[in-house]
């Protein structure tokens, strides 16, 4: 089992809010990513970062900025939410010497009224 | 594009059936993988195979790669209703140290 944690898993809010999406693992892991998903959609890359005091934006546009000051944790913000931004996101994390393979969170999804 | 896209899109069948579904490519890989992600849940992964491995086995997984056609298939054997889910291939390129593509994913229904 993975251990990577994404909070809240559910969250529901108005219009113009400020929200962080939290991520961290426990496993070490250099390269962390988020992903955007709607439901039973593809994914798409929003950012990454592959150490601290890196990210770089994906390949899906995003108006959510992330930020890298530990190697545990990849914070997801949006400075004002809109309706628009009501999706599933995904956290991963993968180590840097490894062949790819991701671990994910169990996801945050977020409904913006 | 430079993910991987799967087929077909939804999947069927009864229990105790097999199930086959096929990821088609356009770039150079370095690496593709499978992963499995149940309703409203992460995803998990499943099988790597190598750009120069041609078939890999995991438990009642089978994935095989065809690098001239630029595509992979993964069958499950024996389903059961549990592996209902959705199931997504995902390239890791070889340009480089990049993320990996994830494809749109095809889902599959065990009917019990």
């Known amino acids: 089992e993975a251990d990577i944690y994404q909070t809240p898993r559910y969250l529901v809010i108005g219009t113009g809010k400020k929200i962080t999406l939290e991520c961290s693992q426990t496993?070490?892991?250099?390269?962390m990513y988020w992903y955007q998903q709607d439901p039973g959609m593809e994914l798409h890359l929003i950012h990454y970062?592959?150490?601290?005091?890196?990210?770089e934006k994906g390949d899906l546009s995003s108006e959510s900025t992330v930020s890298r000051i530990r190697t545990e944790h990849f914070p997801l913000t949006l400075e004002s939410a809109r309706p628009s931004h009501t999706s599933q996101y995904l956290c991963?994390?993968?180590?840097?010497?490894?062949?790819?393979?991701?671990?994910f969170g169990e996801g945050s999804r977020l409904t913006v009224l | 594009s430079q993910q991987g896209e799967e087929d077909p899109q939804a999947l069927s069948i009864q229990e105790g059936e097999n199930a086959t579904m096929n990821c088609s490519y356009k770039t150079s890989i370095n690496n593709l993988q499978w992963y499995r992600q149940n309703s409203g849940r992460g995803l998990v992964h499943l099988i790597l195979i190598r750009s120069n491995e041609r078939e890999k086995h995991s438990g009642r997984l089978r994935v095989t790669l065809d690098t001239s056609k630029k595509s992979s298939s993964l069958l499950i054997t024996a389903s059961r209703a549990a592996d209902t889910a959705s199931y997504f291939c995902?390239?890791?390129?070889?340009?480089?140290?990049?993320?990996?593509?994830f494809g749109k994913g095809t889902r599959l229904s065990v009917i019990a």
């Open positions: 496993m070490g892991h250099d390269k």
């Open positions: 970062s592959y150490g601290v005091n890196s990210t």
């Open positions: 991963a994390s993968s180590a840097y010497q490894n062949t790819g393979e991701l671990f």
């Open positions: 995902a390239l890791t390129r070889n340009s480089g140290n990049t993320p990996l593509v």
